[in-house]
């Protein structure tokens, strides 16, 4: 049961990264284009003020203007919330595994770094707790009270992984991979982007993306070929004068068999994001620098 936990998470986190930049939509954006056309043209007939629906944005212009914004941003910090079921099936036998996560996640643009801190909690099967600094100088994790020094091929890695996925830019330009799916609305301060996303093409849009993030590995990969993706259901939420991102949710659910068990997950990804330009930097503390490992 830890093996299948394990491998799914690490393939459900590249997933759930990864899902939150696939909202692009044509019909979306044309529903959106013909509302604002709408509402104009009533503005011109009537030579009143446009009414709060012609602010609304269509697809493409919200992408644009959100990844425009975001592109300025020097850091932000991420709150994220992770919530699984699995469910594993053999024969008469049948185990359920509930696994909830939080992360915290403070990120500066240049030079290129990151802390963040993640609490996983796995029922019966105990708790995890990492604490982590990925900066030039190297990765440093701590775990079970312990600091350790990952390779430096490994920082490198990750870097390039990074800079090519992690900010919230670069999830709006993966937003463009999707068509005819996606649709904005306005809800209160926001504009907010969302997609219902099924059928076959999810697998292969998912490994695509997991391409370009540098997020693919063997082990996942092999997992990610084995899923049958029913169902990823996605919104994306900025604010309405900044266009700056504030929350995104991902929702999956999917099965899988293999090696004669019959393998479900229902997952959940809730992320919030705050203090814009807040963080001067992210520096090692000099206890990590001294006793890891």
Same mark, same amino acid.
């Given at each position: 049961?830890?093996?299948?936990?394990?491998?799914?998470? &690490?393939?459900?986190?590249?997933?759930?990264?990864?899902?939150? +930049? %696939?909202?692009?939509?044509?019909? &979306?954006?044309?529903?959106?284009?013909?509302?604002?056309?709408?509402?104009?043209?009533?503005? *011109?007939?009537?030579?009143?003020? @446009?009414?709060?629906?012609? *602010?609304?944005? /269509?697809?493409?212009?919200?992408?644009?203007?959100?990844?425009? @914004?975001?592109?300025?941003?020097?850091?932000?910090?991420?709150?994220?919330?992770?919530?699984? #079921?699995?469910?594993?099936?053999?024969?008469?036998?049948?185990?359920?595994?509930?696994?909830?996560? /939080?992360?915290?996640?403070?990120?500066?643009?240049?030079?290129?770094?990151?802390?963040?801190?993640?609490?996983?909690?796995?029922?019966?099967?105990?708790?995890?707790?990492?604490?982590?600094?990925? /900066?030039?100088?190297?990765?440093?994790?701590?775990? #079970?009270?312990?600091?350790?020094?990952?390779?430096?091929?490994?920082?490198?890695?990750?870097?390039?992984?990074?800079?090519?996925?992690?900010?919230?830019?670069?999830?709006?330009?993966?937003? =463009?991979?999707? *068509? $005819?799916?996606? =649709?904005?609305?306005?809800? +209160?301060?926001?504009?907010?982007?969302?997609?219902?996303?099924?059928?076959? +093409?999810? %697998?292969?849009?998912?490994?695509?993306?997991?391409?370009?993030? &540098? +997020?693919? $590995?063997?082990?996942?990969?092999?997992?990610?070929?084995?899923?049958?993706?029913?169902?990823?259901?996605?919104?994306?939420?900025? $604010?309405?004068?900044?266009?700056?991102?504030?929350?995104? /949710?991902?929702?999956?659910?999917?099965?899988?068999?293999?090696?004669?068990?019959?393998?479900?997950?229902?997952?959940?990804?809730?992320?919030?994001?705050?203090?814009?330009?807040?963080?001067?930097?992210?520096?090692?503390?000099?206890? *990590?620098?001294?006793?890891?490992?």
């Amino acid at each position: 049961m830890k093996k299948w936990t394990a491998a799914l998470l &690490g393939a459900i986190l590249v997933l759930g990264i990864t899902a939150c +930049g %696939k909202e692009k939509a044509a019909d &979306g954006g044309e529903a959106n284009g013909a509302a604002n056309g709408s509402a104009n043209q009533a503005v *011109a007939e009537t030579g009143t003020n @446009a009414p709060a629906e012609a *602010a609304v944005p /269509t697809v493409d212009e919200m992408i644009q203007k959100a990844t425009e @914004a975001s592109e300025k941003l020097k850091s932000f910090s991420m709150d994220a919330k992770v919530n699984q #079921n699995i469910v594993i099936a053999q024969g008469d036998q049948k185990q359920e595994q509930k696994v909830d996560m /939080t992360m915290k996640i403070d990120m500066v643009k240049d030079p290129l770094a990151m802390y963040q801190i993640m609490d996983m909690n796995m029922g019966e099967q105990g708790s995890q707790n990492v604490e982590q600094y990925i /900066t030039q100088e190297g990765i440093y994790s701590k775990m #079970n009270g312990a600091w350790v020094k990952l390779p430096d091929e490994t920082r490198d890695e990750l870097l390039a992984s990074m800079e090519q996925s992690a900010s919230p830019e670069a999830q709006l330009k993966q937003f =463009k991979s999707i *068509a $005819n799916e996606a =649709k904005v609305v306005e809800e +209160g301060d926001e504009f907010v982007l969302s997609a219902d996303l099924s059928g076959d +093409g999810l %697998k292969e849009l998912a490994k695509s993306l997991m391409s370009q993030s &540098g +997020g693919e $590995n063997e082990q996942t990969a092999a997992m990610l070929e084995q899923m049958d993706i029913k169902n990823i259901k996605i919104s994306y939420a900025v $604010n309405k004068e900044t266009f700056l991102p504030s929350k995104s /949710t991902v929702a999956m659910a999917m099965n899988m068999d293999v090696e004669g068990q019959s393998v479900s997950l229902d997952m959940t990804m809730d992320s919030t994001i705050s203090k814009y330009d807040e963080i001067d930097k992210i520096e090692i503390p000099q206890e *990590a620098l001294d006793s890891a490992q």
